[in-house]
């Protein structure tokens, strides 16, 4: 094989890595989203159980505040019953009280109701934040796998490129445009072996002269129908 072709192959080589370690690096931000993403649910999971606890100690609160104006109400009733001279009154008062007593009652059965309420809402609301913790420990290993592979991958494409650049002044001025431009629109494969007299690029049959240009390894041989940079394997 010619020492072009060789110096040529050896180069794409290294740009076919290069384009694969820059798809892969394209491709981490896209994971990291997926990662933190999969937070975005649990966080809202422990919202709404934060807002439900909220709702329901509000409610107890307005049940409290019920309960307490009956009580002065009761008080205020007592009082008066306390003062009155008069009898008619007086039970009339009686009834009244009782009525309060009995409604007051019925608020106090209601607020050791929503107090349990309140309580299964707060133990809601743990195990929303324990579920949140867990995947938030998962999500940060994701992430942190994530820059590694960042710092990897990084690490490797500037090795490579330095690679490439000493291979690359190793290429005649005389081919390398042609090259660069068969890397650009040949999807990243300028040189293809010939083998059984085709052009193992497009799979095309190459003609007689075609075939001997690049077997005579004298000079560059170009794939009549792709134009790629053939060469014989030795
Ligand atoms: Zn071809």
Same mark, same amino acid.
């Given at each position: 094989m #010619? /020492?072009? @072709?060789?110096?040529?192959?050896?180069? #794409?080589d290294r740009d076919r890595r290069l384009s694969a370690l820059a798809k892969d690096l $394209? *491709?981490? &931000?896209?994971? !990291?989203?997926? %990662?933190? %993403?999969?937070?975005?649910? =649990? #966080? %809202?999971?422990v919202a709404r159980a934060h807002q439900a606890l909220l709702d329901c100690e509000l409610r107890v609160k307005k049940i409290e505040l019920d309960a307490e104006t009956r009580r002065t109400t009761i008080k205020r009733l007592k009082l008066q019953q306390f003062e009155t001279r008069k009898n008619e009154e007086f039970v009339a008062l009686g009834h009244e009280i009782v009525r309060y007593e *009995? /409604?007051?009652?019925?608020? $106090?059965? *209601? !607020?050791?109701?929503?107090?349990? !309420? @309140? =309580?299964g809402f707060r133990k809601a609301q743990q195990a929303a934040e324990a579920a949140l913790a867990h995947t938030r420990k998962l999500v940060e290993e994701d992430l942190a796998a994530i820059a590694q592979r960042h710092a990897r991958t990084e690490a490797e494409r500037v090795e490579v490129l330095a690679e490439r650049e000493k291979l690359a002044a190793n290429v005649p001025d005389s081919i390398m445009p042609l090259y660069v431009r068969l890397m650009k629109t040949k999807d990243g494969r300028a @040189?293809? &072996?010939?083998? /059984? +007299?085709?052009? $193992? +690029?497009?799979?095309?049959?190459?003609? %007689?002269?075609? @075939?001997? *240009?690049?077997?005579?390894?004298?000079?560059?041989a170009q794939c009549e129908d792709c134009g790629r940079i053939l060469y014989v394997e030795d």
């Open positions: #010619q /020492d072009e @072709v060789r110096a040529l192959l050896i180069l #794409q $394209e *491709k981490l &931000p896209q994971d !990291e989203a997926r %990662a933190k %993403a999969k937070l975005a649910g =649990d #966080q %809202a999971a *009995k /409604d007051l009652d019925d608020f $106090e059965t *209601k !607020e050791l109701e929503a107090m349990e !309420e @309140v =309580d @040189v293809a &072996p010939m083998r /059984d +007299g085709r052009c $193992e +690029g497009c799979h095309m049959k190459l003609i %007689a002269s075609t @075939v001997m *240009k690049a077997q005579s390894g004298r000079e560059i």
